[in-house]
């Protein structure tokens, strides 16, 4: 793998962080983030290059190394510049976005990402079925080509934002009679249409942050097929990458995470404490912290081009430390802990993990074990790819049509 | 998206590097300037030289310290490898690790320590390296030595802190050694000490104790082995690699090395680097557990397939593969910490790093036997000498559960009234 620095190419120096300042407070001179129109504010950061800086020219970026978006960021948040709202738009700018870039043709690239980027269309991701969860591979939802033109039909579940999505990564089966992983075609599905039903899907949280998706004779140009026919096993893994790093990989301060309401209301309700919460209470703090600098660590790793493969063992270890955190809180709010803030079905815009009230917290965080690859996968693929353990005994080959369902 | 700083103190906490400066800074030697400046950020990887040096001492160990003749000489009269901690200490220049050149030593940081201790951990060495280059050197660098410095710096000198193994960080004195009056003939600035410690780790090689004793004032003397008036028992210990030993004191001839405050603060230095670089060696045993266990269940063939095929296994050992990353992170945290100095950011990153290579280690060592079945049970394989190298380790220098709870204070986690 390059190192953001050597992917660059060129023997140009790189811009250093005084320079990247002095070209945002030029674009901010130049578009008074007061005065001009939002869209508009973010189309010419889009197109000045300050929209992602690790992007390459011409589709948002510079090709710097990644570590310096910070500095921008900072700047535009300094000056009150108004935001693209990543958070309304995860699965786009954590997952479609470095697909696309990764397997789009030029013309999807410059014709997907800016809007992208700019959040006028919010992306989500149809890959997980009724009967193929861990089994993503065995998939049914078929597509079928008519000249220029693809035709699909199935279920889909489990996809956040489908209610507000404009676009779709879609994962289905082109050949039936290849072996299973052979037969699958990515796609970039419209949602705006006729073929496309979404249907919210009620959590143990009460609320609706999922959507089912029914696709009946829903209709896909070929034009917005990403990758080779026959290949969307391969371009489906580097999105399921770019998940999994966005779910436990990102850089916090200390106490940042579920620690921190946890250890507010220790620090807050001396009546609460007892010995033996004390205990829980250090250990997971420990462990937080303990794993918030793995996440530095990796991060590092990363910076100076020595990627390795902690980065499976963050989501995990996420996933293990929400739950025992948020189950700790619930117990230490006592009776408290006995209420819930509403079971209503709301339909919130994007996973909020740390939110609302301890029962929520605790009952959210039962999904962190399963969303973006359950902990029992993650841990076959640490012991296979990562310790080198041999593979379990396979069943499923043959063409897809012929297995057992 | 915020920059990754990883030395953010917790809402609540002392930010600042001037509050309770634990151990003070040293008066010379690594980190001599080393107030803890809360803007700073560590640095979790592994420099170029670290790696150099760390083949360098595996080299010596695996040509060396074969974990046969480890475990032929645990059952020895000389437990310690006097021949091994020569060449590691003279030759690979391990002992001047943290005494300044001036000093005669390399003038580098805890952060090379600590990568040695990694090696000495997976191969259990059965050397001084600890007690003597890490933790008493110190404790004689922290109370400005230059005596007995330059004898550590070439290997001709081995030192041990008279403290048990068992104590925590936060340990004063042992109350059994006590001043005596001066014999006929002392010169002006001998004193004689007289008094029983028992459960010292690495002092059986030591030709030189540092000794604290809690008298008015408050003292650290050094007592060369060689007077009359020493005498050392060793003790049979769960772990035979790292033997302790019973030091009884009896009108022995001593020198003052540090008194008052500037003792107390030379003690507390020397356990806190102890506890640290103890995590890296821990971290070193867990992950030689994980990779002996590892490629013996590629081998181990039953039901017709390698046991490692079984999902049972296989989620054990990658759990374990889990355990080992995230404590690399928190011994690499401690070992730039103590390398910066001695303020209560490094105090926190100890105890961060001891609590959970201390339980990872014991689990990577547990897990080696387990998943070896029946053959990791029996006294010829290395299984053993982890087994107890690793919970010797997770009492020594503090407990896990200590360390947690220094927390209390560290990140204003109050216990209940």
């Known amino acids: 793998m390059l190192s953001d620095q050597s992917a660059q190419g060129g023997n140009a120096p790189l811009p250093d962080a005084d320079a990247l300042r002095s070209q945002v407070a030029e674009f901010l001179a130049a578009h008074d983030p007061g005065s001009t129109e939002r869209l508009e504010f973010l189309r010419a950061r889009f197109d000045a290059g300050l929209a992602w800086v690790h992007y390459p020219a011409g589709l948002g970026g510079q090709g710097l190394p990644r570590s310096l978006q910070v500095v921008v960021d900072r700047e535009f948040a300094a000056s009150g510049a108004p935001t693209n709202h990543p958070e309304r738009n995860g699965i786009g700018l954590g997952m479609a976005a470095p697909t696309i870039l990764a397997h789009g043709t030029p013309e999807q690239k410059e014709r997907w990402l800016r809007p992208l980027w700019t959040g006028e269309e919010i992306w989500c991701q149809l890959f997980s079925e009724p009967g193929a969860g861990s089994d993503l591979a065995g998939l049914a939802t078929r597509a079928v080509r008519d000249g220029d033109t693809w035709t699909a039909n199935g279920q889909k579940v489990w996809t956040s934002s489908a209610h507000m999505a404009k676009r779709a990564l879609l994962v289905a089966r082109t050949d039936p009679d290849a072996p299973k992983h052979e037969g699958l075609t990515y796609f970039a599905l419209d949602m705006k249409q006729p073929g496309v039903e979404v249907r919210p899907l009620r959590q143990i949280t009460g609320e609706a942050e999922f959507n089912e998706v029914f696709l009946t004779d829903a209709q896909i140009p070929d034009a917005d097929r990403i990758g080779s026919i026959g290949q969307g096993w391969t371009v489906s893994m580097s999105t399921l990458m770019n998940e999994r790093v966005s779910i436990g990989g990102n850089a916090m301060p200390r106490e940042g995470g579920m620690i921190a309401s946890a250890a507010r209301t220790w620090r807050e309700h001396p009546e609460l404490r007892t010995p033996g919460l004390h205990d829980r209470l250090l250990r997971l703090w420990a462990d937080a912290e303990v794993a918030r600098l793995a996440g530095a660590r990796l991060r590092q790793q990363l910076a100076a081009g020595q990627p390795g493969p902690e980065g499976s063992a963050a989501k995990l270890v996420f996933a293990r430390l929400n739950q025992e955190i948020s189950e700790f809180e619930v117990e230490l709010a006592g009776g408290d802990g006995l209420l819930y803030d509403d079971w209503t079905l709301r339909r919130p815009e994007g996973a909020n993990f740390f939110g609302r009230n301890p029962g929520f917290r605790f009952l959210r965080a039962k999904g962190n074990s399963i969303e973006g690859g359950t902990s029992e996968i993650l841990r076959n693929i640490i012991a296979e790819r990562v310790l080198g353990l041999p593979k379990e005994a396979r069943v499923d080959t043959g063409p897809w049509k012929d297995l057992p369902r | ?417």
């Not at chain 2, 005596?180 to 029983?196: I, M, W």
């Not at chain 2, 009896?250 to 995590?279: P, S, T």
């Not at chain 2, 060592?365 to 049970?377: D, V």
């Open chain 2, 1 to 417: 998206m915020s920059e990754a700083t990883v030395n953010d103190t917790a809402p609540g906490q002392a930010a600042s590097g001037s509050a309770s400066d634990g151990a003070g800074a040293a008066a010379h030697g690594p980190g001599a300037s080393g107030r803890n400046r809360p803007a700073r950020t560590a640095n979790l990887l592994y420099s170029e030289t670290e790696t150099e040096l760390r083949a360098a001492v595996r080299e010596l160990l695996t040509d060396k310290a074969p974990w046969r003749d480890v475990l032929a000489r645990t059952e020895t009269g000389q437990t310690y490898d006097d021949g091994l901690w020569h060449t590691l200490a003279a030759e690979v220049g391990c002992a001047g690790l943290l005494i300044p050149e001036s000093l005669g030593g390399a003038g580098a940081s805890y952060r090379e320590a600590a990568v040695v201790a990694e090696e000495l951990g997976r191969a259990v060495a059965p050397v001084p390296f600890l007690g003597s280059a890490v933790i008493a050197t110190t404790a004689l660098c922290a109370a400005g030595d230059t005596e007995f410095l330059p004898e550590l710096a070439s290997g001709a000198l081995t030192a041990s802190l008279a403290i048990p193994f068992a104590a925590g960080t936060r340990f004063r004195s042992e109350a059994t050694v006590r001043l005596d009056a001066p014999q006929r003939g002392d010169e002006r600035g001998d004193y004689r000490l007289s008094g029983t410690i028992t459960g010292l780790a690495d002092a059986l090689p030591a030709g030189l104790l540092i000794v604290p004793v809690d008298s008015v004032p408050y003292g650290l003397y050094a007592v060369r082995v060689s007077e009359s008036g020493v005498g050392k028992r060793p003790l049979v210990s769960l772990d035979m690699t790292r033997q302790l030993c019973e030091v009884r004191l009896e009108g022995a001839l001593a020198r003052r090395v540090a008194a008052g405050q500037a003792a107390e603060q030379a003690v507390a230095a020397a356990l806190l680097a102890g506890a640290g670089v103890l995590a890296s060696e821990q971290l070193g045993l867990a992950e030689q557990c994980l990779d002996t266990t590892v490629a013996y269940v590629k081998e181990r063939r039953q039901f017709a397939r390698p046991v490692g095929g079984f999902q049972a296994i296989k989620h054990r050992l990658a759990d374990l593969w889990v355990a080992v990353t995230q404590a690399r992170a928190a011994a690499r945290y401690a070992a730039d910490w103590l390398a910066a100095g001695f303020g209560p950011e490094t105090t926190m990153a100890v105890a961060l790093a001891k609590a959970a290579c201390s339980d990872t280690a014991l689990k990577a060592a547990q897990e080696m036997i387990q998943l070896h079945g029946g053959i990791g049970f029996t006294w010829e394989h290395p299984a053993h000498l982890y087994l107890k190298r690793a919970k010797a380790d997770s009492i020594g220098l503090g407990t896990a559960d200590a360390h947690r709870a220094s927390l209390d204070v560290l990140a204003n986690l109050p216990a209940p009234e």
